[in-house]
C-alpha cells in the first residue's frame, strides 16, 4: 500500500538536502531555495515541474516504477533511500544484483563534474547509463538505443555501422575482446542469466562471433590507446581512465588527449561543434 503524504515529504526532504552543485548545475544568482528547486528535480528526472510538484504536495497519483526510478537517479539516492521511496510508493524495490542500472550517488558526483571531458558510466555489458555532454559528441547519444542493441558488443557484431567509429586495423582485435568479455561474464553470471542470453542470440545472429566463441579465449582487453574516427573531427587517439564500482559492477570510463596533441585540439573543436545524434 502506498503512503503518498510520506512519499511527498521523503522527496521535499531529499530535495532540500543537495545543492545544484552536487548534480552538475549552476548555481546561479538569486537562490533562496533550500537546496535544489522543484523545476531542478524535474528536469534531473526527465518529467514535467507540475508531476513532480504534485508528487511532493502528496496530491498527484501513485508513481509507475519507471517514474520512482528516474526520481531515484535524479535526486541522487542510495540504494536504500531507492528501496525506501519505492516502498512508500506501494512498489517492491528492484532487485540488488550486479546487473542493476541503479548508479551509485558518488559516481553520478563523479560525472557531473566532467562536463568538458568525455566520459560515460556502463554496466558489465557494455550498456552506457549516463553520459557526459561531451561523451555524447563523441560516442553518440545512447539513450537513442534500445534493447540488446544498448550494449556496444551487441552491436558490434549486429550493426555494421558501429564499426565505423572504429580503425579497420583494429576492428579484429576489438571483436576477440567483446567476445572474450562475453565468455568471461558468462562464466561469472551463470548460464540462466541475461549475460548467457544476449551470448546465444550473438551466436544465431553473427557468424563472425560464433567463430570467435567455439576459440573460447578469455582475457583479451584492448589497446591502451583507443582511437574513434569521428565523422566531423577525423581520428582521435585518446587514453582510458577506468573508475569501478564493485558493488553495482558499473565503470566510470573517461577518455582524455594528451596535452597539446592534435586529439587534444579537436576535442576541444568537438566540444564546439556539439552532439552528433543517432550515431
Not at 520512482?68 to 533511500?81: D, F, Y
Not at 542493441?149 to 586495423?169: M, N, V
Not at 553495482?248 to 573517461?254: D, E, G, I, P, S
Request: proline share 6%; net charge neutral; hydrophobic share 40%.
Amino acid at each position: 500500500m502506498s503512503d503518498l503524504t510520506s512519499l511527498g515529504d521523503f522527496l521535499q526532504r531529499r530535495r532540500e538536502a543537495l545543492q545544484p552543485e552536487d548534480v552538475g548545475l549552476a548555481r546561479g544568482v538569486r537562490r533562496r531555495t533550500a537546496g535544489l528547486r522543484r523545476e531542478e528535480v524535474a528536469l534531473l528526472s526527465h518529467m514535467s515541474t507540475d508531476y513532480y510538484a504534485r508528487l511532493e504536495r502528496g496530491t498527484g497519483p501513485t508513481p509507475s516504477e519507471q517514474m520512482l526510478t528516474a526520481l531515484a537517479q535524479g535526486l541522487h539516492l542510495s540504494l536504500a533511500e531507492r528501496d525506501h521511496l519505492f516502498h512508500l510508493a506501494g512498489h517492491r524495490p528492484p532487485l540488488r544484483h550486479a546487473g542493476t542500472e541503479h548508479i551509485s550517488p558518488g559516481m553520478l558526483r563523479i560525472l557531473d563534474r566532467l562536463d568538458d571531458t568525455p566520459a560515460e558510466i556502463v554496466t558489465e555489458l557494455g550498456e552506457t547509463l549516463r553520459q557526459s555532454r561531451l561523451g555524447i559528441a563523441l560516442l553518440g547519444d545512447a539513450r537513442l538505443r534500445s534493447g540488446p542493441a544498448r550494449s556496444i558488443g551487441y552491436r558490434w557484431f549486429t550493426d555494421p555501422s558501429t564499426r565505423a567509429a572504429y580503425p579497420p586495423d583494429e576492428q579484429a582485435t576489438l571483436s576477440r575482446v567483446y567476445t572474450a568479455g562475453l565468455r568471461e561474464l558468462v562464466a561469472a553470471r551463470g548460464p540462466d542469466s541475461r549475460v548467457a542470453a544476449l551470448a546465444d542470440d550473438l551466436r544465431a545472429r553473427s557468424d563472425e562471433f560464433a567463430a570467435l566463441w567455439l576459440a573460447h579465449e578469455v582475457g583479451a582487453r584492448p589497446p591502451a590507446v583507443k582511437r574513434f574516427l569521428h565523422p566531423e573531427v577525423g581520428q582521435l587517439d585518446l587514453s582510458c581512465q577506468t573508475l569501478v564500482d564493485p558493488d553495482h559492477a558499473h565503470r566510470l570510463l573517461v577518455y582524455t588527449a594528451q596535452p597539446g596533441s592534435e586529439s587534444a585540439e579537436k576535442l576541444r573543436l568537438l566540444a564546439v561543434i556539439g552532439t552528433t545524434a543517432g550515431r
